[in-house]
């Protein structure tokens, strides 16, 4: 499907984060739910991102 040109993202974003401790420090998962507007079509997404000790965020996966 193809959205055409993004004019604009949805207003409110949804999603979760998951923060697991142990004695190295803290890792993190979240998702985030958004809805993408285009001129020919609006879509769907949940960005998956990772956090692993020390690093920045990581996107790896987009569904």
């Known amino acids: 499907m193809s959205l055409g040109n993004i004019n604009e993202f949805g207003l409110i974003p949804t999603g979760g984060i998951s923060v697991k401790t142990d ?3 803290k890792t993190r998962n979240a998702n985030i739910n958004l809805v993408v507007k285009g ?3 609006y879509k769907k997404f949940t960005v998956l991102v990772y956090k692993d000790y020390g690093e920045d965020w990581k996107v790896y996966e987009i569904k």
Do not use: L
Request: glycine share 16%; hydrophobic share 15%.
């Open 23 to 25: 004695s190295k420090g």
């Open 39 to 41: 001129d020919k079509a």
